[in-house]
């Protein structure tokens, strides 16, 4: 079963525009990773976030994480076409095992 | 470094069969982790190794199994295959450095029919 859910499950957004999904988990973990998958294919790592850190950047990218609500954002800016794709978030509890939710389906039109 | 490498891509099966499935970690990393992803149950763990030991199990029959080698490379096998193993199978492999940042292979595509 699924660790927790990600909001919403689709987004739908025009290039340029920022998007924000979000993720809630159940238990508590000891990191939570952000992954892209494209169609089909193998997931792509993202970011990571330890469970001591409240927000953490990449490039585009910027991820936050309340661990007393259980929940993490991940927020694309300045998004393009090349952005479609499924975004998953996932959490450990200190080991390899990763625990998925569900995932959110972005397309970014051009 | 190369990627992670799953092969074969693609495989069609009949119910019934066994499948064999084959993934080479990065150069250096230990930890091997196969994944299976379908539409209704999304991605679920199957199991870990780590220097030939299966090191975490998730919930899965005993039909499927997995192994790896003293080079580190993996194999996961379906015995008795049913409709419900069409799946993407997604091997990650991890440096266990930690914290855990997995990379993923391509997958391998199993339709059975």
């Known amino acids: 079963s699924q660790q927790g859910e990600e909001d919403p499950q689709a987004l739908s957004i025009q290039e340029g525009e920022n998007a924000t999904m979000n993720c809630s988990y159940k238990?508590?973990?000891?990191?939570l990773q952000w992954y892209r998958q494209n169609s089909g294919r193998g997931l792509v790592h993202l970011i990571l976030?330890?469970?001591?850190?409240r927000e953490k950047h990449s490039g585009r990218l910027r991820v936050t994480l309340d661990t007393s609500k259980k929940s993490s954002s991940l927020l694309i800016t300045a998004s393009r076409a090349a952005d479609t794709a499924s975004y998953f978030c996932?959490?450990?509890?200190?080991?390899?095992?990763?625990?998925f939710g569900e995932g959110t389906q972005l397309t970014v039109n051009p | 470094k190369a990627g992670v490498t799953q092969t074969p891509r693609y495989l069609i099966k009949t119910r019934g069969q066994q499948v064999t499935l084959s993934c080479s970690p990065i150069?250096?990393?230990?930890?091997v982790s196969w994944y299976q992803q379908t539409p209704g149950q999304g991605l679920q763990f199957l199991f870990e190794?780590?220097?030939?030991?299966?090191?975490n199990k998730g919930n899965f029959p005993g039909r499927f199994s997995g192994r790896q080698f003293s080079n580190s490379r993996s194999e996961m096998n379906v015995s008795t295959l049913e409709l419900g193993d069409s799946a993407l199978y997604l091997c990650?492999?991890?440096?266990?450095?930690?914290?855990?940042?997995?990379?993923f292979g391509p997958g391998t595509r199993l339709t059975v029919t």
């Open positions: 996932a959490t450990d509890g200190g080991g390899s095992r990763l625990t």
């Open positions: 976030i330890r469970s001591n850190e």
């Open positions: 990650a492999s991890s440096s266990q450095t930690g914290p855990y940042e997995q990379y």
């Open positions: 190794y780590f220097s030939e030991t299966q090191r």
């Open positions: 150069s250096g990393h230990r930890s």
């Open positions: 238990t508590s973990i000891n990191n």
